[in-house]
């Protein structure tokens, strides 16, 4: 049995008077590749929020359960800086801050402190080995983030994660905004990311999902309808409702 | 169906002409107006006008410089300070509402009700002379509501993502606000100083009582704290605008008219220079950041 990262109990979540997310249940373990499907607006993204304490941005959210992240309660006295440096996030659209491409990969580190330039060197050289962007870029380290391709700027966006060396990496949509080939190269590094890292992924393509991940939640109106391993939710799934989703007969 | 669409095409081109139309006004009365300021200033050159002693302008144009430049150095951080807090920290309710309003009626009181205020306060309860620091305390306090103003609105317009990426990565909140909503604000801030200095550089009627109507300098003092000094910010000083002002009305030197066309093509320049320098500043950012 692996190692649980991650495990959720009868979580809700209000945006005001709306409820988002219903009593959601789920195990995330160690080392592997969690997938979200589900239709849109059903509460993925709202859910992958909620693991890193984003949603702490929008004044409206409330929320009652708990998210035991090892052993503790990230919604309770924890440190939320310290969560985040944990569990790095990769956003939708490709966001590089504007300055140059050393900079962005320095900058979490920077800010937890880290002032040795030597040390940054290596870790900025790492970092962007891992994300497989090193050869494109090692000759503009100083130029803008904001000059490379979408491809090449969400790969930064996971260099800049790594840069932290968290233990989960949250992925919302991460290729929704590239190419065929750009995204082939994520996935990749998906796989090859798995072995050091958990990562938990919201993806609108099945075969994005079926691809990469270990399991995947079917998320349905602010519900997890099913969690099971991935070949057994593409193959054979329990629920009709999730059956109808993957084969495309869904309303 | 055909004719809706001709009618819709021809009224395009009705509104497209008024506009150029509108614009083009407004251009030529801007350059109307510069060209006969700048002419009648050339016109009006005598040699020996930029000196120090009583007949030139040097000393104005001297206390004109430094007296924005102080008023930015107290206003810049308060506005922008203000700005920040507004945006990021100020939760909606009763006291952020209030403070709004105290900011709006701020930016909509005449000058001259600033001057004697700073008359009252700077110069009466203190005990001092006029003098220059008080003069730029008033446009202090003219500029701030519009630099907190830009730079709320310039902070509020920054991308949530940048936002979200850098807390994301652990930063905190206060390192996010100065390492990435900041330099990503810059520019319209920068536009927002411009501003403020302009105001500075234009600003008569909260002077009068302030700074004062006269200056009284001995340029070969270099010590500050020398009330001679042309250093010295607590001397009395009148800026070009209020040189101008006093040699249209009340002045008894023969060539008043003459120096006083002269300060106003001056102090044009000097306002188009300082625009075009901090513009220039905020391009070379902005370029910098976005990586062309
Ligand atoms: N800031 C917010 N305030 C109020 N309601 C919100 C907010 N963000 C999301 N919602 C609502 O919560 C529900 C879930 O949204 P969420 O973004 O989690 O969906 P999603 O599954 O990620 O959809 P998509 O696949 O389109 O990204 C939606 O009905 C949405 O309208
Ligand atoms: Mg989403």
Request: glycine share 8%; hydrophobic share 45%; aromatic share 10%.
């Amino acid at each position: 049995m692996d190692k649980i990262k991650f495990d959720t109990k009868s979580l809700d979540l209000f945006y005001g008077d709306f409820q988002a997310l219903k009593s959601i249940n789920i195990k995330i373990c160690e080392n592997e590749v969690t997938a979200f499907i589900g239709p849109s607006g059903c509460g993925k993204s709202t859910f992958l929020r909620c693991l890193n304490r984003m949603n702490d941005l929008i004044d409206s959210v409330k929320m009652k359960g708990e998210i035991i992240f090892d052993d503790k309660d990230i919604n309770g006295d924890i440190d939320v800086i310290n969560l985040r440096t944990r569990v790095g996030m990769v956003f939708q659209k490709p966001n590089p801050f504007p300055m140059s491409i050393y900079d962005n990969i320095a900058y979490g580190p920077k800010c937890q402190g880290l002032k040795d330039k030597r040390k940054l060197d290596t870790l900025v050289k790492e970092s962007l080995t891992k994300a497989a962007l090193w050869e494109e870029v090692k000759d503009r380290l100083n130029k803008s983030a904001l000059g490379l391709s979408g491809g090449q700027q969400q790969r930064l966006c996971i260099a800049r994660t790594i840069a932290m060396n968290p233990e989960v990496i949250l992925m919302d949509e991460p290729t929704s905004a590239l190419d065929p080939i750009a995204t082939a190269k994520i996935e990749d590094l998906m796989s090859s990311l798995k072995k050091d890292y958990t990562i938990i992924i919201v993806t609108h393509s099945m075969q994005q999902a079926g691809r990469i991940s270990d399991k995947t939640a079917f998320f349905l109106m602010g519900e997890i309808v099913e969690f099971d391993e991935t070949p057994k939710i593409f193959t054979n799934p329990n629920d009709k409702r999730t059956e109808d989703y993957i084969t495309g007969r869904f309303g | 169906m055909k004719s809706e669409h001709k009618n819709a095409i021809v009224a395009d081109k009705i509104a497209t002409v008024i506009l150029y139309c509108i614009a083009g006004f407004f251009l030529l009365l801007l350059a109307g107006f510069t060209a006969y300021i700048i002419v009648k200033g050339i016109m009006a050159y005598q040699p020996g006008i930029f000196s120090f002693e009583r007949t030139g302008i040097g000393v104005e144009l001297f206390n004109t410089v430094y007296l924005v430049l102080i008023s930015l150095i107290i206003s810049v951080p308060i506005g922008v300070g203000a700005g920040i807090y507004m945006a990021e920290y100020a939760k909606a309710g009763k006291v952020t509402n209030y403070l709004r309003i105290c900011i709006e009626t701020l930016s909509s009181l005449p000058s001259i009700v600033i001057g004697l205020f700073g008359y009252l306060v700077f110069i009466y309860m203190t005990g001092s002379k006029y003098n220059l620091f008080a003069g730029a305390l008033a446009v202090s306090i003219l500029s701030l509501p519009l630099l907190t103003t830009v730079t709320e609105d310039a902070i509020r317009a920054v991308p949530s993502i940048y936002k979200e990426g850098s807390l994301a990565v652990g930063a905190t909140h206060w390192q996010t606000i100065v390492q990435i909503c900041l330099p990503v604000a810059m520019p319209r801030i920068i536009t927002g100083i411009i501003l403020a200095a302009g105001r500075g550089f234009g600003e008569a009627a909260a002077l009068l009582y302030t700074a004062g109507m006269s200056s009284n300098v001995n340029p070969n003092i270099w010590n500050p704290f020398d009330p001679m000094s042309l250093l010295c910010p607590f001397r009395p000083g009148d800026t070009l605008a209020l040189h101008i002002w006093a040699l249209k009305t009340e002045s008894m030197t023969p060539n008043a008219d003459q120096i006083a066309d002269f300060s106003a093509a001056v102090l044009l320049v000097l306002i188009f220079a300082f625009s075009l320098g901090s513009r220039i500043l905020g391009a070379r950012l902005d370029r910098k950041m976005s990586g062309k």
